[in-house]
């Protein structure tokens, strides 16, 4: 299951573009350089999430909500591939981004946002990456309330 949603989510973000460097600027300012340089002009799915830069940026927040949607693909993936690696090795390696996207998808606002950014399949493809995420609550250490935030999201977008 959870491969096939990560190749959902590469199938609907892979024609995304990079935003221009400038609308980035805010990771370099919350996250540092080497943020930056991960995500300066390369497109959602060819952003490498296993460099250091990518472990240590958390800029969904930050970003305007075109730019945030348009890396939002990017921060389904790595946490579908943590939450992988987690299931096959018992060990939970994601210590930032994690934790991060888990807080993007369950704040208020991020309703709002796929709808308004999102194109109605990839607004399908993050309802379903929430609903398997609601059912791995366990896994991602989930209280109630944060389930019933995804839930929430899985059925308002």
């Known amino acids: 299951m959870n491969a096939d949603l990560q190749e959902l989510v590469r199938n609907e973000w892979r024609a995304m573009k990079a935003p221009p460097s400038a609308n980035l600027r805010a990771i370099e300012r919350e996250c540092g350089r080497a943020a930056f340089l991960t995500f300066a002009d390369v497109a959602p799915m060819s952003v490498d999430t296993q460099c250091p830069g990518f472990e240590a940026a958390t800029p969904l927040f930050d970003l305007a909500p075109r730019d945030a949607a348009r890396y939002l693909g990017t921060f389904l993936i790595a946490l579908l591939e943590s939450l992988d690696y987690q299931q096959q090795t018992g060990l939970h390696d ?53 389930v019933k935030s995804l839930v929430k999201l899985s059925l308002d977008t």
Do not use: W
Request: hydrophobic residues 45%; without cysteine; glycine residues 2%.
């Open 94 to 146: 994601d210590i930032f981004t994690r934790p991060h996207t888990l807080s993007f998808l369950m704040d208020d606002n991020t309703g709002a946002l796929i709808r308004e950014q999102l194109s109605p399949s990839q607004a399908y493809a993050v309802r379903e990456v929430v609903k398997f995420l609601a059912s791995k609550a366990e896994l991602l250490y989930l209280a109630v309330d944060e």
